[in-house]
């Protein structure tokens, strides 16, 4: 028996979470119209919106990576989902197939005539009380779990270049001791490049977390000539370090550096920077020269890294 001290309403809100789990079908049985787990519906749901590899999954729907395998390992069978390779071969994107496309169709038709037809039930008005209340109670359950997953953006987006400068400014005031002249010249570059973006050959990208900005890549198409591209701007925040984020705008700006049929690319960075220079090579980068430098404001040993076209 519950203890007296809890209050009515926690015990009447499980009860109508257990009662809503049971008619949704999550208890077994037929699942939204079909015969697919709650979890492979959810992971259709996911995939379809793009960008999503398996690790995304695990993340998305808290599961467990040999859950996530298992499951993908049969919606591959069944030729909903097929595996999309990248730059980066280790890491593949998941895409729905042609059937899984119409299987998740008429996913979407079941669940939209399920919610139709229980809203028809009730009185004008209280379907905004009931969407009100599902999203307010969904949003305290979620606050303590884990952050959105990272997606990839290209393009300009509002306060992207402030928030790039304040990414760079921080980071190298932290590991390098950088100041107002490296601020500068971070700031004092984008807003060139920015008015540039319209041009075919150049394009920048942002880390999304939810509606943050958590990192940032560039092609800069012009300003070495020579049909080279100079990859500039790249940065993760703290927040998603160590997250894949990186890895995926790099894999986004070497997919447009491809595409555009770029012959190298060329990137500067610093020395002691390891993991940077672990993702670089990992991407067929090669250090091709070094040399002193201080026009950062203290002296670092520069860094020139270049990719040749495959």
């Known amino acids: 028996m519950p203890s007296a001290s809890i209050p009515d309403t926690v015990e009447h809100i499980r009860s109508a979470a257990r009662l809503l789990v049971r008619e949704l079908g999550f208890m077994g049985g037929d699942f939204a119209g079909g015969n697919l787990s709650p979890s492979a519906v959810h992971a259709l749901i996911e995939i ?20 996530v395998s298992r499951m993908l390992r049969k919606l591959i069978t069944s030729g909903e989902v097929v595996e999309q390779s990248t730059a980066d071969g280790r890491l593949k994107r998941l895409a729905l197939t042609e059937a899984g496309q119409k299987r998740l169709a008429a996913i979407h038709a079941f669940a939209r005539a399920q919610v139709a037809e229980a809203l028809a039930r009730l009185q004008p008005g209280q379907d905004r009380v009931v969407l009100a209340g599902l999203q307010l109670y969904a949003k305290a359950l979620g606050a303590n779990a884990a952050p959105p997953a990272v997606e990839i953006a290209e393009g300009y987006r509002s306060g992207l270049t402030a928030r790039i400068t304040q990414m760079h400014a921080e980071y190298y005031a932290r590991h390098a001791g950088f100041g107002r002249q490296f601020e500068a010249v971070v700031a004092g570059g984008l807003a060139g490049f920015s008015g540039r973006l319209d041009r075919p050959r150049n394009a920048i990208w942002a880390a999304l977390q939810g509606d943050q900005i958590v990192g940032s890549i560039a092609i800069d198409g012009e300003d070495l000539g020579g049909n080279c591209a100079h990859l500039r701007w790249f940065i993760t925040d703290d927040a998603v370090r160590g997250s894949g984020a990186g890895r995926q705008l790099l894999d986004a700006a ?24 672990h993702l670089y090579e990992a991407h067929g980068f090669e250090l091709v020269e070094e040399r002193p430098g201080q026009q950062w404001g203290s002296e670092v040993l520069e860094q020139k890294f270049v990719r040749l076209r495959r």
């Open 48 to 67: 379809e919106a793009g960008q999503v590899s398996a690790r995304d999954l695990g993340l998305l729907l808290h599961l467990e990576k040999s859950s």
């Open 254 to 277: 070497l997919g447009f550096v491809e595409a555009q049929g770029f012959e190298a690319t060329h990137l500067w960075t610093f020395s002691g920077l390891s993991a940077a220079r």
